[in-house]
């Protein structure tokens, strides 16, 4: 077997449908030589039915990163696996709609709340569950939007990705004495569930397609997948607390 992640050991959130970015990494990571374990949210038998279209066979252990009783009976469960693990990768996201479309000024704490809960605290919360398996040269990845700026519909997702970007920094502060990066990819916007269930993301599609630089595919989740690779690879041993834009260019745009 050769490739990037030869001999890697890698744990993938976020898988639920073939779109998902999640499910192009963890093709791309078995293309490339690692062992992936999948965990699935929700409806689990549509994330079985979809695993089977994944080079090689992968076991899928459910997990709502808002339990913690499932948080914590997560190492165990990978260790019946895996001996370990060498990467993380979370792929998740959710905000009610009264969070999103424009609804920035009128959604309620609770329905915030849920979107950071679920897309912000849960980054460091799989990182904690995570953590017994994990050893020096080990490394979360997780996907933002970029959250340097106030987009026209992404609204309390985009508090809960600046959120995410900052629990980033902190996670690679606190556990970088430990040897474990992280780090995350910014992704241009791609169609899949979670980018269908934001009212006005055409507005994004055509941003995209129109400027940015290098041009942008919707529907290849691949570019983004190859840099959660690299950064789970040997290739970015003294990177961490660093988002990486895989978004054709357009983040470095002026107006
Ligand atoms: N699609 C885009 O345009 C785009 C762009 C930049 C970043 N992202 C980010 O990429 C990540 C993956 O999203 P995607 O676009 O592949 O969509 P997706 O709908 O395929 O994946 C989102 C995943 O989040 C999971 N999830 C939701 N609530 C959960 C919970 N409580 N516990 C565990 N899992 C839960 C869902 O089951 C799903 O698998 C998200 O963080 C998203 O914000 C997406």
Redesign the pocket.
């Known amino acids: 077997m050769s490739g990037l992640l030869v001999g890697k050991r890698l744990l993938v959130?976020?898988?639920?449908?073939d779109?998902?970015?999640?499910?192009s990494v963890a093709k791309l990571a078995q293309d490339n030589g690692a062992q992936v374990v999948l965990?699935?949210?929700?409806?689990l038998s549509l994330?079985e039915r979809i695993a089977r279209r994944l080079p090689q066979p992968a076991p899928i252990i459910e997990?709502?990163?808002?339990?913690p009783e499932q948080l914590a009976g997560l190492a165990d469960q990978v260790r019946e696996h895996v001996d370990g693990l060498d990467g993380v990768v979370?792929?998740?996201?959710?905000a009610p709609q009264s969070c999103l479309g424009g609804g920035f000024l009128d959604a309620s704490w609770e329905d915030v709340a849920t979107a950071l809960?679920?897309?912000t605290y849960?980054y460091k919360s799989l990182a904690m569950a995570a953590l017994p398996l994990m050893s020096p040269g080990g490394s979360v990845v997780?996907?933002?939007?970029?959250a340097t700026k106030a987009w026209p519909v992404y609204d309390w997702?985009g508090v809960a990705?600046a959120g995410?970007e900052s629990a980033s920094r902190y996670l690679a502060l606190h556990l970088g004495k430990k040897g474990i990066r992280s780090n995350l990819?910014?992704?241009?916007?791609?169609?899949?569930?979670?980018?269908?269930?934001?009212p006005g993301?055409e507005q994004?599609e055509q941003a995209w397609t129109e400027r940015a630089p290098l041009g942008w595919s919707?529907t290849d989740?691949e570019p983004?997948a190859r840099a959660c690779l690299a950064l789970m690879s040997d290739w970015f041993p003294a990177t961490t607390g660093e988002i990486v834009h895989v978004d054709g260019g357009y983040h470095a745009l002026g107006a």
Do not use: C, N
Not at 19 to 23: E, K, R
Not at 63 to 67: F, I, N, R, W
């Open positions: 959130t976020g898988v639920i449908t779109a998902s970015i999640a499910f965990t699935g949210y929700g409806r994330v997990l709502d990163v808002t339990s979370h792929s998740i996201g959710f809960h679920v897309s849960s997780g996907l933002t939007f970029d997702m990705k995410l990819v910014a992704a241009g916007p791609l169609r899949t569930m979670a980018a269908k269930s934001i993301f994004f919707l989740q983004a």
